[in-house]
DNA sequence: CCTTGCCCTGCAGTGGACTATAAGGTTTAA
DNA sequence: TTAAACCTTATAGTCCACTGCAGGGCAAGG
């Protein structure tokens, strides 16, 4: 029973006592038990569950999406199945979201390449494009 | 004088009023006139400005930074090289969210590929390596 | 004993771009 | 004339993942 205080996981686990304290209030982590006076008692466990939740953030996973991975995991009859599909629509939706920044990269850097970079404003073709009165022929917009 | 009362100008745009209200409280868009009894009413001028903004939005420019870009292209003295330093950084900074979202997404799609998707979550690779005791061996984690 | 550094709770604030609501005034069409 | 459809302001709420603060209590070292 190797017992931290919450200052203790908290530094384990590189994130403030704020952070746990917020992740108890979500249901995501909370200790099992607590001294007399009320202090939080983490466990081994604890950690390998905080571990969890930042890996998990680290691959996109939302808090509360982290939330059901936690309980499927926690739940012996879920199906391996149910993971993999939480993942892969993860695996899309970030998709999207390289798309659509790409998408604005290729707007953006055909508009900094467009401008030579000296002279007064009103010669500057970036915002030409973006007062253009008709579609400018930039992707994105 | 083709005044138009906000609602208008929100249908022309393809925004809400509220959104037309809040640019003005930002600064970014305020109407020159206003009726006896209030109403704001908007030029032909304010339809491109609010266009201006809607495409550098897509752009990924945030409100604050259309601040910036409304107030060069207003200010005849400020010089194209501003514009073009805005943009390339803006390039810059949407070009890392893309790498950070890509090597996301590496470590989400090995962990989907890893795992053959039947059976239960006992078996299930994604969970063993956000699990693992040892660095897994995905490149975001 | 006293100080320092933990810990507790509850509540408010952050950022960004809206969106909603309440409580009213105005304009327009029937 | 009256009802709908607009407009006004001010204020508060939304989402997300924290972060900060006030006002206490508790623990460990000297």
Redesign the pocket.
């Known amino acids: 029973m190797q017992a931290?205080?919450?200052?203790?996981l908290?530094k384990k686990g590189g994130?403030?006592?704020?952070?746990?304290?917020?992740?108890e209030r979500l249901g995501l982590l909370a200790?099992a038990t607590?001294?007399?006076?009320?202090?939080?008692f983490y466990q081994r466990e604890d950690f390998k569950r905080l571990r969890f939740?930042r890996r998990s953030?680290r691959l996109g996973?939302?808090?509360?999406?982290i939330g059901v991975l936690l309980k499927l995991s926690q739940n012996a009859g879920a199906q391996a199945a149910d993971v993999k599909r939480l993942t892969e629509e993860k695996v899309a939706d970030i998709d999207q979201r390289i798309k659509d920044l790409e998408l604005m990269k290729r707007g953006l850097s055909a508009l900094a390449q467009s401008c030579h970079g000296h002279g007064p404003v009103a010669d500057c073709p970036i915002l030409a494009a973006l007062n253009a009165d008709d579609e400018p022929a930039v992707e994105v917009l």
């Open positions: 931290m205080t919450i200052g203790t908290a994130v403030g006592t704020g952070t746990l304290r917020y992740y200790p607590r001294s007399p006076s009320g202090y939080r939740i953030q996973f939302s808090l509360e999406e």
